[in-house]
């Protein structure tokens, strides 16, 4: 078979999703076996919020002097203090005790309250993967352990399904792919924390979007179906309110009545939401003699000091290496950064793809939606740091504290998906080497991540 039919071959849809989603079950696969349970940031409170979602519980509530939380069953208890001081440990690794202890732990089905406060302001439907594997977990009796690993290896592949779905409806752009892949992305996508589930459902909103962008009205069902994304999404992730715009767009477009007010609907449910959880959750993890909503206030009384504090963050070496840093790859509990080099390789290589994707024609037949998605990641970035300054930096402060890389993974798909071409309309001359570009990139970011994890979890240092 000539190369250059081969090429195109690859370059075709279904070739390029199925190896993309190839990889990606690889990955998962591999990652489920290699990284203990409960290593993701914050990935307790998931697992909590999971298994109050499947024991009927929406909101979190306080008790006494504690933060929001609920009650848990004490074996997942039990599970989640073995789990705990090694991921905040990065000098504690897993031994055959902590195995065998966590083999034992089975569900007690008495409970104690425990404070899940992370997780306290999200609508909890999201979770409704890892909530279901949990249930049939203990309905067929399994280990604690047990159901841990079916309640990642099930949102892994829910993840996997969706991604799956997102591009059959549009073909990914090269940087889109690259983006997912970095070792950031395929760790918190195969754990069971929200990032995979929202990420994933991310990826199919904007792809609905642009398919229904691409035809003439009239797919309610998909536009419907994007309707009830946006409210899981929003609901579950604040800065993730702006993708609201694009229902904006599509009313602009196709004059539906009907769509626009249900896209208000979802709008108006999420805004309820948020109202009640800020009204009921208590948290205590930052000390402050003032409450969250006093804090949104006073900034948003004194516009300068927000533009102040903003930019000081912005314009900080030290806050953005570690954006820089965790975006790309700041494995476990943030405590398995890569070397140093790792990361400008890692850097160089998307820049490489970015170069390859990047079209003149497609920017100028696209302006519009590029100039959508550039205002829509804006106010989403906006929303992320205002969210962890109200909530996570003492007031007043200079710099915000507590924003991560990995919050921007998301409105950085949303400018891959506009910036650049699909892998598909590339031409032969830049798909070629762009097809060896990702292969490679995928490939290395596996192997410098199963090498991070060994090392992080399981060997002793000399």
Known sequence: MPFNTIIKKIGNTTWHNTYALSFLLIVFLVFNYITPPLQSPDEFDHVKRAYALGEGTI??????????????????LQYIALFDPIGLNPDKKITATDVHKANELQWQNAKTFSATVATAYYFPLIYAPQALALRVSRAISLSINHSYYLTRLT???????????????????????????IPMSTYQLSSTSLDGIA????????????????????????????????WLLASSRLQLLPLFLLFVVLFARDKNKLHLFGSFIALGLVLVWIAIASAHTVDHRVPSSISSGQIALAYVSDPGSLIQVIWSTLTDSTT????????????????APFPGRTYVYLFTTILVIVALSFSFEHLKSHWYLNLLFVFITGCSVFLILFAMLTTWTPYPSRVIIGVQGRYFLI????????????????????????????????????CITINLLLVRYYIAAN
């Open 411 to 446: 409105p950085a798909i949303l400018l891959s998906y506009g910036l650049f071409p699909s892998i598909s309309k590339l031409s032969n001359q830049k798909l070629v080497p762009t097809i060896f570009c990702l292969a490679g990139f995928g490939v290395y970011c596996l």
């Open 320 to 335: 953005l290496r570690g954006w820089f840093s965790s975006f790309l790859g700041m494995l476990g509990w943030l405590t």
């Open 155 to 181: 949102a892994s592949l829910v993840v996997l399904l969706i991604l799956g779905y997102a591009f059959s409806l549009t073909t990914p752009s090269p940087v889109t792919l690259a983006l997912i892949a």
């Open 59 to 76: 909101l979190f509530k306080p008790l006494g002097n504690q933060s929001s939380g609920t009650e848990i069953d004490d074996g997942l």
């Open 199 to 230: 990420t994933a459902l991310s990826v199919l909103l904007i792809s609905i979007f642009l398919k229904l962008m691409r035809e003439p009205p009239g797919n309610n069902k998909l536009f419907w179906f994007a309707v009830i994304i946006f």
